[in-house]
């Protein structure tokens, strides 16, 4: 039995061990990393009286994502301690954000930029590689399943309690202590991944030489493009983070369309609570259907509850449909979660996640750029084109995803595809 798993006594049924301890690391990282998207432009506004290099910085924080990500994943997956990477890179988060209070708007903009870059470096750990740790932490089967869950809504809790303790703090002093905070959450992400019971990730005597580091990286790339449920998930989830990039500066618009100016916050928080709640209940409740249709279910009633959104003027009504969209939207990172640790062999699955992840954010950077020249748009416009790319993507993997085998092995087939169900 690995050294990760305890057995309790008079029972044959297996615990995670340090799965809390995880959570609290994912929930510190990623609130460190929710937070910096609304801090660093309120600190440059703050101290230079323009948002600009607020936005140059945000777009040097996360342009090293989709590149960095198949050289972090390769690293980690490489290290027999990778818990001296995973410190490594989350100390480096931590220092680069602590930097950022200090500079920004103060150093000459290169630096900042430069000090951007390097702190951006090491997101992929934060948005994809700590979610690898969960198949270490965690056996197949029920308590899988129900730990992507639970790193699902940790996500989503941080989208929430981010920009809230941003905001907050920032109101109450300046966004100087608030960036403060950010990296003392990330230091605390760094100091408690240390004590993960890691166990043996990597063998210890390899039959065969290790492969190059430049082999490992085509290899976490051809797994994705080769694999076609990871090929579908990649593919649709990107589509559709193209139009949630785009979500915040939408909501804004619509709001201020209908006589709600400060009304954006609003829709953004409903939808980040209604994901929170979705992740949540998938943990707890447990739908008995397969993950590609969860996937395609989450895809599909986002879609619909936004272009419900977009039609409905009054605002009770449109907040409580950004609200059923994201109940929709957290089981899809709980599905993606899944179909990336069910399909993604153990030794490339922290590539496959960080490039995955790296992906995502590098499609809704793409989103939040298109919607700009696009604001002379009426926002409802906007939000149904948003809702239409949902709507895509969930087309788009209905179709990538291969189908069950039919004929005389079709029960053998679909038995073993239920094992890939969320229970």
């Given at each position: 039995?690995?050294?990760?798993?305890?057995?309790?006594?008079?029972?044959?049924?297996?615990?995670?061990?340090?799965?809390?301890?995880?959570?609290?690391?994912?929930?510190?990282?990623?609130?460190?990393?929710?937070?910096?998207?609304?801090?660093?432009?309120?600190?440059?506004?703050?101290?230079?009286?323009?948002?600009?290099?607020?936005?140059?910085?945000?777009?040097?924080?996360?342009?090293?994502?989709?590149?960095?990500?198949?050289?972090?994943?390769?690293?980690?997956?490489?290290?027999?301690?990778?818990?001296?990477?995973?410190?490594?890179?989350?100390?480096?988060?931590?220092?680069?954000?602590?930097?950022?209070?200090?500079?920004?708007?103060?150093?000459?903009?290169?630096?900042?930029?430069?000090?951007?870059?390097?702190?951006?470096?090491?997101?992929?750990?934060?948005?994809?590689?700590?979610?690898?740790?969960?198949?270490?932490?965690?056996?197949?089967?029920?308590?899988?399943?129900?730990?992507?869950?639970?790193?699902?809504?940790?996500?989503?809790?941080?989208?929430?309690?981010?920009?809230?303790?941003?905001?907050?703090?920032?109101?109450?002093?300046?966004?100087?202590?608030?960036?403060?905070?950010?990296?003392?959450?990330?230091?605390?992400?760094a100091a408690l991944v240390v004590t993960l019971p890691y166990g043996r990730t990597r063998p210890a005597a390899p039959a065969h030489p290790p492969a190059t580091l430049r082999a490992d990286l085509a290899a976490g790339l051809a797994v994705v493009r080769r694999t076609p449920e990871l090929r579908a998930i990649t593919a649709a989830t990107c589509l559709a983070h193209v139009g949630i990039g785009a979500l915040a500066t939408t909501t804004v618009l619509l709001a201020q369309g209908r006589g709600q100016p400060d009304g954006g916050g609003i829709l953004m928080t409903a939808f980040a609570?209604?994901?929170?709640?979705?992740?949540?209940?998938?943990?707890?409740?447990?739908?008995?259907?397969?993950?590609?249709?969860?996937?395609?279910?989450?895809?599909?009633?986002?879609?619909?509850?936004?272009?419900?959104?977009?039609?409905?003027?009054?605002?009770?009504?449109?907040?409580?449909?950004?609200?059923?969209?994201?109940?929709?939207?957290?089981?899809?990172?709980?599905?993606?979660?899944?179909?990336?640790?069910?399909?993604?062999?153990?030794?490339?699955?922290?590539?496959?996640?960080?490039?995955?992840?790296?992906?995502?954010?590098?499609?809704?950077?793409?989103?939040?750029?298109?919607?700009?020249?696009?604001?002379?748009?009426?926002?409802?416009?906007?939000?149904?084109?948003?809702?239409?790319?949902?709507?895509?993507?969930?087309?788009?993997?209905?179709?990538?995803?291969?189908?069950?085998?039919?004929?005389?092995?079709?029960?053998?087939?679909?038995?073993?595809?239920?094992?890939?169900?969320?229970?």
């Amino acid at each position: 039995m690995p050294e990760e798993w305890v057995m309790p006594e008079g029972g044959a049924r297996r615990r995670p061990a340090g799965l809390r301890r995880y959570l609290a690391t994912a929930f510190l990282a990623r609130l460190a990393e929710e937070g910096m998207a609304v801090a660093v432009v309120m600190l440059a506004l703050h101290r230079t009286g323009s948002a600009a290099q607020g936005a140059f910085v945000l777009t040097a924080w996360m342009a090293p994502h989709v590149l960095a990500a198949p050289l972090v994943g390769a690293v980690v997956s490489r290290m027999r301690r990778p818990r001296l990477c995973y410190a490594g890179a989350l100390g480096g988060f931590a220092t680069a954000i602590a930097a950022l209070a200090v500079i920004t708007g103060r150093a000459p903009t290169p630096v900042t930029l430069a000090v951007a870059l390097a702190g951006g470096g090491c997101g992929p750990v934060v948005s994809g590689g700590l979610s690898t740790l969960v198949a270490v932490l965690a056996p197949s089967g029920p308590a899988r399943d129900r730990a992507y869950a639970l790193d699902a809504a940790v996500y989503n809790a941080a989208s929430v309690a981010g920009p809230a303790a941003v905001s907050v703090l920032a109101g109450l002093g300046s966004p100087g202590p608030a960036v403060l905070l950010l990296a003392g959450a990330a230091a605390g992400a760094a100091a408690l991944v240390v004590t993960l019971p890691y166990g043996r990730t990597r063998p210890a005597a390899p039959a065969h030489p290790p492969a190059t580091l430049r082999a490992d990286l085509a290899a976490g790339l051809a797994v994705v493009r080769r694999t076609p449920e990871l090929r579908a998930i990649t593919a649709a989830t990107c589509l559709a983070h193209v139009g949630i990039g785009a979500l915040a500066t939408t909501t804004v618009l619509l709001a201020q369309g209908r006589g709600q100016p400060d009304g954006g916050g609003i829709l953004m928080t409903a939808f980040a609570a209604g994901a929170l709640a979705g992740a949540l209940a998938v943990g707890r409740w447990r739908p008995p259907v397969p993950v590609g249709h969860l996937a395609g279910i989450a895809l599909s009633g986002t879609g619909l509850a936004l272009a419900a959104a977009a039609l409905v003027p009054a605002p009770a009504a449109c907040a409580a449909l950004f609200v059923l969209a994201g109940l929709f939207d957290g089981p899809l990172l709980t599905a993606t979660l899944r179909i990336r640790a069910d399909h993604a062999p153990a030794q490339l699955r922290a590539q496959v996640f960080t490039l995955g992840a790296g992906l995502k954010i590098s499609a809704a950077a793409c989103g939040a750029a298109l919607v700009g020249p696009a604001t002379a748009l009426p926002a409802p416009l906007l939000l149904l084109g948003i809702a239409a790319l949902q709507l895509a993507a969930a087309l788009l993997h209905t179709l990538a995803r291969p189908r069950p085998p039919r004929g005389p092995g079709a029960p053998r087939a679909a038995a073993r595809g239920s094992e890939t169900a969320v229970p």
